[in-house]
């Protein structure tokens, strides 16, 4: 059924684009005989011009897992109040994307600031291609702006990292050894109930293992508070394990097969990849040099043009 749904969804693609073409040939041939203005010409363009770059954008995701799930987990970097309140920021603005594209989000785990804004959240994104979308965010995030808690008005620089790997379904294999996993549990804050208050349902996963990517001891640390059941939280939390687990034999694959070219900015987790300056009113990429003065829309979930960017610059 997955596979029918994946060929119907790329059927579908095919005759969007074909249906805006040819109504854009209609338009240039009614336009020719003076039926329509040039104004509908122009319209019609724009609209077949999307459907093809749509579908364009689509046809860049070709590997395993981009077509999963993922999962995107924000962190606050150092500067207090300042740095916790951008965090909340970009988590509203993948709020805001995951609407227009239809995709369900799930908060499995949300620290709140200290006076404003929130430490990290991590959160599950269910819907096609959401990975393949969203590794585009991987990295640091940077903020510049004059800042509503610095009583001197001065213009502050804040950063937030931004991590995001493929959420695994029962279709793929992970396997996790049981004498190198263990957990805690503790009690839930927030809202949610009497329940998640005065029983323990929170739960902090540690998984000990060899990094494929560095062949060091490494370890996993994964909380989830979501569920009112510690048993629903201890699932999540596997889930999430393997999700994590999954993305770093992707890392070692993709770093044992990868011929990178000459010029190109390398990737990494931990880089600085996208500012965000408000009072210029530029939000820019630093891998693509794509960037935008709309910055309102931009925290308000409109990422596509750097999504596009991205994959037409690094299809690997």
């Known amino acids: 059924m997955r596979k029918v749904k994946e060929l119907k969804n790329w059927v579908e693609g095919y005759n969007d684009v074909k249906t805006a073409t040819d109504e854009l040939q209609l338009a240039y041939d009614f336009h020719k005989e003076e039926v329509i203005s040039e104004e509908e010409i122009d319209m019609a363009y724009r609209h077949a011009l999307a459907a093809v770059e749509t579908l364009e954008m689509k046809n860049m995701l070709s590997h395993e897992e981009d077509k999963m799930g993922a999962v995107i987990k924000i962190v606050a970097g150092a500067g207090g109040t300042e740095a916790q309140d951008w965090a909340e920021m970009l988590f509203r603005m993948y709020q805001r994307w995951c609407e227009r594209q239809g ?18 959240v991590t959160m599950q994104i269910e819907g096609e291609m959401a990975y393949g979308y969203l590794k585009s965010e991987n990295g640091v995030h940077r903020l510049v702006r004059v800042s509503p808690f610095n009583a001197q008005g001065k213009r502050m620089t804040s950063f937030t990292s931004v991590y995001v790997v493929p959420l695994v ?135 596509d043009g750097f999504i596009k960017a991205f994959l037409m610059e690094f299809p690997d």
Not at 103 to 118: C, F, R, S
């Open 103 to 120: 995709y369900k989000l799930e908060v499995t785990n949300l620290q709140d600031g200290d006076e404003a804004g929130i430490k990290t």
């Open 169 to 303: 379904d029962d279709s793929i294999e992970i396997e996790i050894n049981p004498a190198n996993l263990s957990w805690d549990t503790f009690r839930s804050s927030g809202a949610g109930g009497q329940n998640v208050n005065k029983v323990e349902t929170g739960v902090r996963l540690h998984y000990k293992f060899i990094n494929p990517v560095t062949n060091q001891p490494d370890e996993i640390v994964i909380e989830n508070t979501e569920s009112r059941s510690q048993f629903g939280n201890k699932d999540n939390a596997l889930r999430m394990c393997k999700s994590q687990l999954y993305e770093l034999e992707l890392e070692k694959r993709r770093a044992e097969t990868a011929k990178v070219e000459a010029g190109k900015k390398k990737i990494e987790w931990g880089s600085q990849i996208r500012s965000y300056v408000f009072d210029d009113r530029r939000v820019k990429d630093h891998r693509t040099n794509y960037q935008t003065s709309n910055v309102g829309a931009v925290m308000d979930g409109d990422i």
